[in-house]
Structure formats: structure tokens, C-alpha cells
């Protein structure tokens, strides 16, 4: 492990001196390496200070592939460069959107979010309770190279959804959710695309996968108390608090298709065995059912009997907000 360490540090400092003469993937590759070693020291953040340097000053020298690894590997190492991200998100607007893979714009995103870089226009898609008249045009979405972004990937996850992994598919989900971006036309697609006639299904999906797919949609209705407290009469909406919550899930989705949701995810988690999720997991899944008001009771009574068994083992702790979700 120390021989690795002073490897690591090595490369960092005599990488350092010469990252300009490096091609977009060969820095895309250095920065994933470092973020999947875990390698964190002084020389490592100016590494990573570098490559988000040529990022902002070759942004157009950096393929889709490149763009949406070393975006991840920023967000994985926790080095977050507003000017850097905002580069590399520029890369994924309306003009080049198509050229990018399911996997390039998932992982552009889902660093986009974890970093907590949220679009400038925060409400442009709330089509269910934001006005038109406050919602940005196309041309002033194209003006933020973040908004755009999430536009753009939106766009595209509804227009070809099948060519997206179930781990894909709910990390641009979890994407919009965990930034706080309400997009109703994107979860509805998606909820019709996964129990629709012909859907995919939650059979392939991981614990993780399902536990955080209904986290997103339950968090979507969340945030509509935000939406309202901002907005306040414009909204157009007639409930408030956790009715309001339970009305906005239904208007963005539909009763029948959010019901039939979580119904579904509730069946396949069952098949698959609650002592396959882990804590958090346990924890993402129940809490979106009690969000929304939905109870399906044979998910939590064996919810329940695992959360006891696994409280009753000193080596299976939960955490403090597990515990209270």
C-alpha cells in the first residue's frame, strides 16, 4: 500500500509539469485512475486542479467519453471546480447531445449533482405547477451551460430510453432528484417505460437500483412544497402540505401509474430478498413509500422483520438517518 501511495505521488508530481502536452483522454484517464484509487494528498488536489485547468482550456479537445469520466472522477474525489464543471457540461447541449452514450451523459449528471451544481434555471421543466409565463425559453435554457445540460440529457434519456442500463437509467433520475430539479415529463416517461405495456421491469434492477429509483420519484413530489412555498398563488396547484405531495406525484405521473410503480418495485423487491439490501437501501425504499402515502403491506411487514433482525446484530449498525427514514 505505501509503495502504491509513493507511486502515486510520483506521477502526480512530474505529471504536474507537462499536463498540456497530454491528450484529453490520456488526462480523462490519469484523473479516473487517481479517483478510483482513492489517492488523496496535497500533490493529488493539484493534479486534479491541472486536468480541470486543460478541461476549461481544451474543452472541445475532450470526446463525450472524456468529458462525462473525468466529470465522475472530480465528483468520486471530491474536487469540485465550478469553472471545470461548467466547461464540461457545456459539451452536452441541444447541437451535440445525440453523439453522447447512455453511460457519458448518466455519469455527466450524476457528478453534476453530487458536486451540487444545480441549473441556474432550477424550475424550467416543472410543467405541473410552474406557470409558462415563469418558465425560461429555449434560448435563455441555452444560455446556461448546466441548464442545458440537464435539457439535454432529459431529451435524450425519453427519446431512446431502452438503450439505457438499469443503473443508467436511475442514476439520471437520482440526478435530477438529489439536485432538486423538478423534470414531470422525464419521470413519467420513464414510469411508463418501466410498468407500461412491453416496460422493462424492475426484475433486473439492484437493491440499490430499485431503493434509489423510488427515492427520485418520491423526492420529485417533495419538492413540490419548495415550488409552493416560492411561489406561492401562481402555483397551480390547490393542496398543501402532504396532500400536496400526494397530489403532485399523481398530476406528474398519473394515480395508475405511480400506484402500479410502486407496486411493482414492492413485488420485486420481495423476489429478490430484503437481506439483499443494504441499510441505506432498506432505508431509500421506505421512506418513498411513506412520502407518497403508498402502503404496500407485505413489503413492510418483511421490511420490518429485517430492520429488527438487523438491529439485533451489533456488527449491522444503521445510521442516524436511516433510522428516522
Known amino acids: 500500500k505505501e509503495l502504491v501511495y509513493q507511486t502515486l505521488e510520483v506521477i502526480a508530481e512530474n505529471s504536474l509539469l507537462r499536463l498540456d502536452k497530454f491528450k484529453a483522454q490520456e488526462l480523462n484517464n490519469m484523473a479516473w485512475?487517481?479517483?478510483?484509487?482513492?489517492?488523496?494528498?496535497?500533490?493529488?488536489?493539484?493534479?486534479?486542479?491541472?486536468?480541470?485547468?486543460?478541461?476549461?482550456?481544451?474543452?472541445?479537445?475532450?470526446?463525450p467519453q472524456d468529458v462525462g469520466a473525468t466529470l465522475w472522477s472530480f465528483a468520486t474525489a471530491e474536487f469540485f471546480d465550478y469553472d471545470a464543471f461548467r466547461a464540461g457540461a457545456a459539451r452536452l447541449n441541444f447541437r451535440h447531445i445525440r453523439s453522447f452514450k447512455p453511460q457519458e451523459m448518466s455519469n455527466t449528471v450524476w457528478a453534476l449533482a453530487t458536486a451540487g451544481f444545480?441549473?441556474?434555471?432550477?424550475?424550467?421543466f416543472d410543467t405541473t405547477l410552474v406557470p409558462g409565463s415563469q418558465r425560461p425559453t429555449k434560448e435563455m435554457i441555452g444560455k446556461d451551460p448546466i441548464t442545458e445540460c440537464f435539457a439535454a440529457v432529459a431529451s435524450?434519456?425519453?427519446?431512446?430510453?431502452h438503450e439505457f442500463k438499469d443503473q443508467e437509467l436511475k442514476d439520471v433520475l437520482w440526478s435530477f432528484s438529489k439536485i432538486g430539479v423538478r423534470h414531470p415529463a422525464l419521470?413519467?416517461?420513464?414510469?411508463?417505460?418501466?410498468?407500461?405495456?412491453?416496460?422493462?421491469?424492475?426484475?433486473?434492477?439492484?437493491?440499490?437500483?430499485?431503493g434509489n429509483t423510488l427515492w427520485s420519484f418520491a423526492k420529485q413530489a417533495q419538492l413540490s412544497l419548495e415550488v409552493i412555498e416560492t411561489l406561492g398563488d401562481s402555483v397551480k396547484l390547490?393542496?398543501?402540505g402532504r396532500l400536496a405531495v400526494y397530489e403532485t406525484s399523481n398530476l406528474d405521473n398519473g394515480e395508475d401509474v405511480i400506484k402500479r410503480l410502486f407496486v411493482r418495485a414492492a413485488e420485486a423487491g420481495i423476489d429478490m430478498g430484503l437481506d439483499r439490501f443494504t441499510n441505506q437501501d432498506l432505508s431509500n425504499t421506505v421512506w418513498a413509500y411513506s412520502t407518497l402515502g403508498l402502503l404496500h403491506t407485505k413489503f413492510f411487514k418483511k421490511a420490518?422483520?429485517?430492520?429488527?433482525?438487523?438491529?439485533k446484530q451489533k456488527r449491522n449498525k444503521f445510521r442516524g438517518q436511516e433510522i428516522a427514514n
Open 187 to 210: 419521470f413519467q416517461k420513464m414510469a411508463k417505460h418501466i410498468v407500461g405495456r412491453n416496460g422493462r421491469g424492475f426484475s433486473s434492477f439492484s437493491s440499490q437500483g430499485l
Open 304 to 311: 420490518e422483520k429485517e430492520v429488527v433482525s438487523r438491529l
Open 238 to 240: 390547490v393542496s398543501t
Open 33 to 63: 485512475g487517481f479517483a478510483r484509487l482513492g489517492h488523496r494528498s496535497e500533490r493529488s488536489e493539484k493534479l486534479f486542479g491541472g486536468v480541470a485547468q486543460q478541461l476549461i482550456q481544451r474543452t472541445w479537445h475532450f470526446k
Open 156 to 161: 435524450e434519456v425519453m427519446r431512446r430510453p
Open 118 to 124: 444545480a441549473p441556474q434555471h432550477i424550475r424550467a
